[in-house]
């Protein structure tokens, strides 16, 4: 079992999202809507945010639903949608482990990006399971630089100093990883290892070609920051303005144009595929 769901894990982190946070691979959506044989049919986006994969998924389904605790991230995902154009996203509060009891019907797809991690993942795999059509897809989605070829980025703009940036939040919340009210060490096993405990079996991970051409400035690199659950804004309290002066220095010193290459790696999917009837 996982902890009890914290409330305050996002807090403050929803409006720094979309702007901070770098998009996944451009052929996500239709690579998910292919392998799920999507149109006319439902995807669930657990763990939903603010929409960024509900909202490009829902040219192709019949209807999406994004379902996310953080009620903070629905009402940016109700906005984003609502600019995209987008009307076939449903957008509800609620865990993970609440969606025996939600009674939300079939899908073909249900995602979660960057998302299972915070759930009670193999009870949550079953759950899915069951909530899918024969023949459905569950798809993990996440940004892989780890062992994926490495590019090179644009001239005058160095990559994002990220192991500087965590040494400055160390220097402000401490050496272990903050969330919400306490702080959290993220599972290690492989989720590959985990679905084989499932009745999904094993996995497939396929890599999309992550976005080589994202450039941020010193306020992106900021919002990307505090888009994290763990610097998110509310955890600073009095020392916040502080903390983003220092890292202001630190990124107009590490980069006196003042823009970064944002390699946010490939965009990893891994998929399992309940059989068909
Ligand atoms: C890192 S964000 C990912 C947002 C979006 N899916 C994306 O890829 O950009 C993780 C999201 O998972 C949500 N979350 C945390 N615990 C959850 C749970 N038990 N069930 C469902 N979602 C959860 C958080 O509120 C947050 O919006």
Known sequence: MTAPYDPTLFSGTAAHYLRGRPPYSRSLSEFLATEAHLPGHRALDVGCGP???????????????????????????????????????????????????????????????????????????????????????????????????????????????????????GRYLGPDRRAGQGTVVLPTERYETLFTRTRFGRPRTVYLDGRADLVQSVEDVLASVHSMSYAAPPLFGDRLEAFDADLRALLTSTSPAGTFWDWPGDTEVLLARKPAL
Do not use: C
């Open 51 to 169: 929409g960024t994969v509900a909202v490009d998924l829902a040219p192709y389904a019949a209807e999406v639903v994004g379902l996310d605790p953080d009620g903070e991230m629905l009402a940016e995902a109700a906005a984003y949608a609502g600019r995209r154009g987008v009307r076939n996203v449903r957008w509800l509060q609620g865990r993970a482990e609440d969606l025996p009891a939600l009674a939300l019907g079939r899908f073909a797809l249900v995602v979660f990006a960057q998302s299972f991690h915070w759930t009670d993942r193999e009870s949550v795999a079953e759950v899915v399971y069951d909530l899918l059509e024969p023949g459905g897809v569950i798809a993990l989605v996440s940004h892989m630089v780890e062992g994926r070829p490495r590019l090179v980025g644009p001239a005058g703009a160095p990559p994002i100093p990220h192991d500087a940036i965590k040494e400055v939040i």
